[in-house]
């Protein structure tokens, strides 16, 4: 079993910036090298993907929508994952979840879920 928690959303002002924090534990986490992504879902939306790192950041995925103001990236030897967000916009407002799966499993169904941490930019 794999907990994740994240941590590091809040209220901001458009043209600002936050860091979110998503911390794993549970041994199939390294066990299985798990690839790390960050979702999001706004009010009436479907959850979207907004970024993916693998378990050696040699291979990461970005959104169209975010990929020139928001940078995922991950510490393993403190089971964590980040996603620094930069030049926010009103759009941007949405819970933003952690997600994790095992290498071959599908991002359309990741195998872990954190409960989501609130983002909101005003304008």
């Known amino acids: 079993q794999v907990q994740l928690v994240e941590s590091g959303g809040g209220l901001v002002q458009a043209g600002g910036s936050l860091r979110l924090s998503c911390a794993a534990s549970g041994r199939a986490f390294s066990d299985y090298a798990m690839p790390m992504g960050w979702f999001r879902q706004a009010p009436g939306k479907e959850r979207e993907i907004v970024a993916t790192?693998?378990?050696?950041?040699?291979?990461?995925g970005y959104a169209d929508s975010v990929k020139d103001r928001f940078t995922i990236s991950r510490d393993n030897a403190k089971n964590t994952v980040y996603l620094q967000m930069n030049s926010l916009k009103p759009e941007d407002t949405a819970v933003y979840y952690c997600?994790?799966?095992?290498?071959?499993?599908?991002?359309?169904?990741?195998?872990?879920w954190g409960q989501g941490t609130q983002v909101t930019v005003s304008s």
């Open positions: 997600a994790a799966r095992r290498p071959l499993v599908s991002w359309s169904s990741p195998d872990y």
């Open positions: 790192i693998t378990w050696g950041g040699d291979r990461i």
